[in-house]
T-cell receptor, first 112, second 114 residues
Framework: DGGITQSPKYLFRKEGQNVTLSCEQN?????MYWYRQDPGQGLRLIYY???????QKGDIAEGYSVSREKKESFPLTVTSAQKNPTAFYLC???????????FGPGTRLTVL | SQKIEQNSEALNIQEGKTATLTCNYT??????LQWYRQDPGRGPVFLLL?????KEKRKERLKVTFDTTLKQSLFHITASQPADSATYLC?????????????FGSGTRLSIRP
């Protein structure tokens, strides 16, 4: 089955700890994205990558970091510098010349 | 900067009626506009894309219109069913961005009552 996987589905961390969210796709897509969604709000772009070994900041990149060492993988690290990390995190990908984005199931992060 | 407004947070209609959701943008006309469906606790799923030179697009019970004069897109679900209950997100491209970035609206939560 082709698609995007995110793990884990639920994640709990103590305040002050860094945490890494996984995102893997086997759709052979070049572009990958990380979004954050808060209750009753739309998706806000954190980081995106159009090609391996390259990524760009989105609208709310502060307190987050990413890497893109492989085409299939785009992990997101939520650092202790992120002031309000509790949220629903969504990873997406899109192919070259294709505008629609394919989303993973999301990871709900709760910082205690 | 571009802003997207979706007409209401929630819409509640009777089964069998047509649901109409509105998406307005404030600045430049996008090259294309997309609609996604999102169920609670899940990622959005792409439904339809309409380009700036298209007036209307259909897919089964779904219809999207795009009016660049009004800076508005309408999303219709005909013969609505309880299974259509979900949040619907409007998204449009960042026209002057070199990346394939899109901006999402905050969504309209649609409830279809039997």
């Amino acid at each position: 089955d082709g698609g995007i996987t995110q793990s884990p589905k639920y994640l709990f961390r103590k305040e002050g700890q860094n945490v890494t969210l996984s995102c893997e796709q086997n759709l052979n897509h070049d572009a990958m994205y990380w979004y954050r969604q808060d209750p009753g709000q739309g998706l806000r772009l954190i980081y995106y990558s159009q090609i391996v070994n390259d990524f760009q900041k989105g609208d709310i990149a502060e307190g987050y970091s990413v890497s893109r060492e492989k085409k299939e993988s785009f992990p997101l690290t939520v650092t202790s510098a992120q002031k309000n990390p509790t949220a629903f995190y969504l990873c997406a990908s899109s192919g070259t010349g294709v505008n629609e984005q394919f989303f993973g199931p999301g990871t709900r992060l709760t910082v205690l | 900067s571009q802003k997207i407004e979706q007409n209401s947070e929630a819409l509640n209609i009777q089964e069998g009626k047509t649901a109409t959701l509105t998406c307005n943008y404030t600045n430049y006309s996008p090259a294309y506009l997309q609609w996604y469906r999102q169920d609670p606790g899940r990622g959005p799923v792409f439904l339809l894309l309409i380009r700036e030179n298209e007036k209307e697009k259909r897919k089964e019970r779904l219809k999207v219109t795009f009016d660049t004069t009004l800076k508005q897109s309408l999303f219709h679900i005909t013969a609505s069913q309880p299974a259509d209950s979900a949040t619907y997100l409007c998204a449009l491209d960042e026209k002057y961005s070199s990346a394939s970035k899109i901006i999402f609206g905050s969504g309209t939560r649609l409830s279809i009552r039997p």
